[in-house]
């Protein structure tokens, strides 16, 4: 009797669903958009829009309770504008989910309304996790529909088509679609001697040491974007390459591919114009930066939902 | 004693090492470009150049043999568009490689050049792996500048930076960095039926099979894009997601994502607008579709190098 080729996680225990900004299950109707999305959508009942300016969601804010759903009507006073609005799909129980860029800037918003980008909604915990994630691919579409309002190849103005998911040159016909950027984000294992490497950027909290981590270029598979990325970063050569979780980063619109590498050398020859100090930790070390057990050395690991964190965590408890 | 936490294929094993495009083995000295790295390594021995117009690959050819490789010298009569030369990077001996667009059109080429694109190049074999590999990163990066010689935000002009991985607005200096597709691709596997699922596009070759496919999209991890690129285009449920390899394609620079998909369901409602037909295949079809095994069926599998031909291959030789 063989063997399943698949593991023993359930969809709902999967890695990549334990991450930050992965709670988004919007029905997107990818294969039924046209030019009518987003004004069928408007016409159905319990319609709730996310309204950004620039990139940051606009929260309404009631004394303590933050909102950042906004009925159409509730829009207007926010200067809307509709020729760019975005349909993000439908929930479950059929309310239909849209991001529209307003023109107010987020220092003008009066004092009901709270500006907040992506990574304090999710630092802060202010958003539940499904809403947080359809804010990820809110703002991804947002500001690469603002990336793009000219065209590329002739510098004519552009126009979003069906519902945010395209644009056309009004002159040369050119059509793009939306941008997601893939990041190699790798734990390396030095499996003999039991540690895991970790960096400090400077722009990092005091303590906090983390995954090594790059853009994958174009030509490249992911497994070698591991090793090309880690050599770069510090010195140190992969050889196996794991692939564990993948994250939606919208910042402003990346994919995070989360791997383990398999370390061949322990020396490290760290990269200094990237990273402020680089070093292995041990499994002990690795476990109290994640439960956040004040350690003497005061080290720290990023937070939960953090595809590092979990890369970090699910290595601590493999096979222990 | 713990076992490992990788598995036991060396990085040469590796399936995405096994796929087209991905021979690319340059060293691209990710965090050493700068303003001069492409006059550098011109005036470095033995640089060889990949000419295009546009996305095709230029072949000198003299009688019998076809050759990618340019000296500086010989550009000159292409008319190269030097401001926007590439550096694609080093290969182990020291040489450098780069890739030049060329002002004159496939068309008005001398008849000692043929102009290819990347899939013909693929398909027809003409290029050793390692070579198509930097042929694959030269297409993406020639593709992705031509489409950006204007600024999104404000339609003036950009420039090229950084030896081609970098382009700023000349008036408003907004900075874009290249550009890489992710797609899911994914085969499908009913475990208990030891079946998986193949559909067949309009445009495919008579008889052919593959797995499907699409591009994840903003807001989205790889497993759920998997999940909800099989649902639209056949209706089956997934479960549970393995990622098994990568693979660079550049059509113009996507990179594809190869995924085991667990079909939960056996009813296919197949999504017309895509796929023209969309069926279940036993582990034996599978095997004589790879081996190209003339069999009444008369159906065939993508050609090796394909990361489909890959997913089907190793499905086949699990635990058999």
Redesign the interface.
């Known amino acids: 009797m063989?063997?399943?080729?698949?593991?023993s996680?359930?969809?709902h225990q999967?890695a990549?669903?334990l991450?930050a900004?992965?709670g988004?299950d919007l029905d997107?109707q990818?294969?039924h958009r046209d030019e009518q999305s987003v004004e069928k959508a408007l016409q159905r009942d319990g319609t709730h829009i996310l309204a950004f300016t620039k990139e940051k969601l606009v929260l309404k804010h009631d004394g303590q309770v933050l909102d950042p759903l906004f009925a159409r009507y509730e829009l207007q006073e926010l200067d809307p504008d509709w020729d760019e609005a975005i349909l993000l799909g439908y929930r479950k129980t059929g309310e239909p989910r849209l991001a529209v860029p307003v023109r107010i800037d987020a220092e003008e918003l009066a004092c009901q309304y709270k500006p907040a980008d992506a990574r304090s909604l999710y630092r802060d915990m202010l958003l539940d996790d499904m809403l947080l994630?359809?804010v990820?691919?809110?703002v991804?579409?947002i500001r690469?529909n603002?990336?793009?309002?000219?065209?590329?190849?002739?510098?004519?103005?552009?126009e979003s088509r069906i519902g945010g998911y395209k644009r056309v040159c009004t002159a040369c016909e050119?059509i793009?679609?939306?941008?997601?950027?893939?990041v190699v984000i790798m734990l390396a294992?030095d499996?003999e001697r039991d540690r895991c490497l970790l960096g400090r950027s400077p722009h990092f909290p005091e303590g906090m040491y983390s995954c090594l981590a790059?853009?994958?270029?174009?030509?490249?598979?992911?497994?070698?974007a591991v090793?090309?990325e880690t050599l770069?970063e510090s010195g140190i050569q992969i050889?196996?390459?794991?692939?564990h979780?993948?994250?939606?980063w919208?910042m402003p619109?990346s994919?995070m591919?989360g791997c383990?590498a398999?370390a061949k050398t322990v020396d490290i020859l760290r990269?200094e114009?990237?990273l402020e100090d680089c070093r292995w930790f041990s499994r002990d070390e690795t476990l109290a930066m994640l439960e956040r057990v004040t350690a003497p050395s005061g080290h720290t690991s990023p937070p939960k939902g953090a595809i590092a964190h979990r890369l970090m965590r699910d290595?601590v408890e493999?096979?222990?």
Chains 1, 2 share one sequence.
């Open positions: 063989s063997h399943s080729i698949f593991s996680d359930a969809p999967e990549s669903n991450t900004f992965a988004n997107r990818a294969e994630g359809e990820a691919q809110g991804s579409l690469w603002g990336d793009n309002r000219f065209c590329g190849r002739c510098g004519s103005p552009m050119h793009i679609f939306p941008r997601t950027d893939p294992i499996e790059g853009f994958l270029e174009p030509g490249e598979t992911i497994e070698n090793r090309r770069e050889g196996r390459v794991r692939y979780a993948s994250q939606p919208p619109h994919l591919i383990y398999e990269d114009a990237e290595w493999w096979n222990s």
